[in-house]
């Protein structure tokens, strides 16, 4: 082994080398010998020597320090561009290329030396080349791809190189174990992603290990791989797709959360996982009305009050702060107190007391904390919790009124931002006063938010992937639903199709369709005709009532011939009922499948 000076001497010296010798392949240089067999051979088997007896060595001995040195990244990076040129231009079933891919794979372990690998040009599209050539390469190139997956922007690019319909394809084919291991680790890291998520589904990554949450299907570690990816995918997309999760698959996550707390340092089934990750991945799984029975059922609640006051000291997966985990742990329990099932567990199991203390001591986590209380008590009473309101600056709001005057109250998540503005403005315009949040809430925010419900005429519900998701937008829309505001719904995300509670909420009511920008004016005439619509029928004897609404433009095709059918509000049904329903029913579902289960 090199000392890090030696190794940072070796590595700039055999860059310039590698460089020539790599060019003479090529035929930069007009030699006759480096087109011939024979000179071919030798440069391969000098490049050979170099990559073995002295790059290797060195890399080992920068990659394997604890915290490496910062001035070994220029070494590193001018040894990455040889290592990719050796890829490109060498046969795959060399010891240099294979000497090369190991290179590689001590490179993306370090987090100081992991980004480089993405910024060398064509080196994970060479990389993915490889695999389809060579056995030992499909190897080496897995456990690279194992340690890019972890980070999202790594992961991504891994995407980017076609990465992923290898491993995808290796899913689908292969018997081995070590492979599957491998393959099934790459895919769940990069189903923690949001922006690996467009790729996995692309490539049917859930289809593709589907097989393998099936006990006994594999070995266990492949089992709960595929479960965290099939849980981390379609958590999300279960009630749009109608393919709710296994119940046993919400079990298996549920132990693995509990297993993570109980041994924070310790590996499960052969692998590392990350506490923040797994925080993340429960709340998503809690945003489905389907989940929710299940997960209650295995004493989710108590687990999360308890992640809720988790011990910094025990702590183990820095850089990510533990603050990640307090926030999506509130964040969870504010997805199960919109039903009195989990609010009831939440009340009974500490559940206010964890929340409230977040509220006191962690700024990172006021926000979420503060939601979920106030959700725990709209659940519980039907009224917000008592206590001043936030008074609004200029700053959170655009547009607020003073006073008793009513206005057009913009519910919309952050993410559509651009267009909710834009909305905004030609209301504003047009004479109408608005009442928009323009940051996110935060503190007491969600007791004005609860304010401005009070005071508003109508409420425009901006439907996108985001606002389902959101706790935060949840809440908004189920408090005016309590409140008897009347709301015009407006599509924000193309083809987005509400599901779930906020399927519940939109009904039959027909949508104007804002995410065609291209008819942006029609949209805004029709948008106020039913604003003015909602605003002159919005009170009757002081008390709101919902009025039915009827939208000349854009009128979606497979919701046009329901436009004459009741809304949910005018059955007089409320949200609170409705969810009720719901739950118990799919409890009854859920418990005969969990009857039916080997």
């Not at 491998?182 to 490539?203: E, G, N, V, W």
């Not at 990350?274 to 799984?285: E, G």
């Amino acid at each position: 082994m090199f000392s890090s000076s030696d190794a940072k001497k070796t590595l700039e010296t055999q860059s310039r080398s590698l460089e020539g010798y790599l060019r003479s392949l090529r035929g930069e240089y007009g030699r006759p010998t480096a087109t011939t067999d024979k000179g071919t051979e030798g440069t391969i088997r000098t490049i050979e020597k170099i990559l073995t007896d002295k790059v290797f060595v060195a890399v080992r001995s920068l990659t394997s320090m604890l915290n490496p040195d910062p001035k070994g990244v220029e070494p590193i990076r001018a040894i990455l561009r040889q290592l990719s040129g050796v890829l490109e231009h060498i046969p795959p079933s060399t010891t240099a290329v294979h000497t090369a891919l190991a290179c590689v794979n001590n490179i993306t372990y370090p987090p100081l030396f992991k980004p480089l690998v993405i910024t060398c040009p064509n080196l994970l599209k060479n990389m993915c080349a490889l695999m389809w050539k060579s056995g030992e390469a499909v190897r080496l190139v897995l456990g690279a791809f194992m340690n890019l997956s972890y980070d999202e922007d790594e992961a991504v690019a891994v995407c980017e190189a076609g990465g992923l319909d290898i491993v995808v394809a290796c899913l689908r084919t292969t018997d081995s174990q070590q492979l599957l291991v491998k393959t099934t680790t790459i895919a769940m890291r990069m189903s923690f992603h949001d922006q690996c998520l467009p790729y996995l589904t692309r490539t049917g990554a859930a289809d593709a290990v589907m097989p393998y949450t099936v006990p006994a299907s594999a070995h266990d570690t492949v089992i709960w791989q595929a479960s965290v990816l099939v849980s981390n995918m379609l958590s999300r997309s279960a009630e749009a797709t109608g393919h709710a999760l296994d119940a046993q698959i919400l079990k298996r996550i549920v132990q693995l959360l509990r297993q993570k707390l109980e041994s924070p340092g310790a590996a499960i089934n052969g692998l590392w996982y990350s506490l923040p990750q797994l925080t993340a991945a429960m709340s998503n799984l809690c945003i489905p009305l389907s989940n929710k029975p299940v997960l209650l059922q295995q004493n989710l609640v108590p687990l999360l009050v308890e992640l809720m006051r988790y011990d910094g000291a025990r702590y183990c997966d820095s850089p990510a702060p533990l603050t990640d985990v307090y926030k999506h742990a509130a964040t969870a329990m504010w997805q199960l107190v919109f039903t009195e099932q989990g609010a009831r567990a939440a009340e009974r199991d500490g559940g206010k007391e964890a929340l409230q203390k977040l509220v006191e001591s962690c700024p990172e986590a006021k926000a979420q904390a503060q939601g979920a209380l106030f959700q725990l008590d709209v659940t519980l009473s039907g009224e917000k919790p008592k206590g001043p309101a936030h008074t609004l600056a200029l700053s959170d709001v655009q547009g607020t009124d003073s006073g008793r005057t009513k206005h057009v109250f913009l519910s919309y998540n952050h993410g559509s931002q651009g267009i909710v503005l834009r909305i905004k403005d030609a209301l504003a315009a047009r004479g109408f006063r608005c009442w928009v949040d323009v940051e996110n809430m935060s503190g007491d925010m969600m007791r004005g938010m609860a304010e401005a419900v009070e005071n508003a005429s109508v409420m425009i519900v901006g439907l996108s992937q985001g606002y389902y998701e959101s706790s935060a937008c949840h809440s908004e829309a189920g408090y005016a639903f309590q409140r008897r505001v009347p709301f015009v719904p407006i599509r924000l995300q193309k083809d987005f199709k509400a599901t779930g509670w906020l399927g519940l909420l939109v009904g039959m009511h027909l949508f104007i369709d804002f995410s065609d920008e291209s008819r942006f004016e029609q949209h805004v005439m029709a948008l106020c005709r039913e604003i003015e619509k909602a605003q002159q029928t919005s009170t009757t004897q002081g008390e709101h009532v919902v009025a039915a609404v009827e939208v000349p433009v854009p009128v979606v095709e497979e919701q046009a011939q329901l436009s004459n059918m009741p809304t949910v509000c005018e059955l007089a049904i409320t949200q609170q009922t409705i969810l009720r329903r719901l739950d118990a029913l799919t409890a009854d579902v859920q418990h005969i499948r969990t009857q039916q289960a080997p």
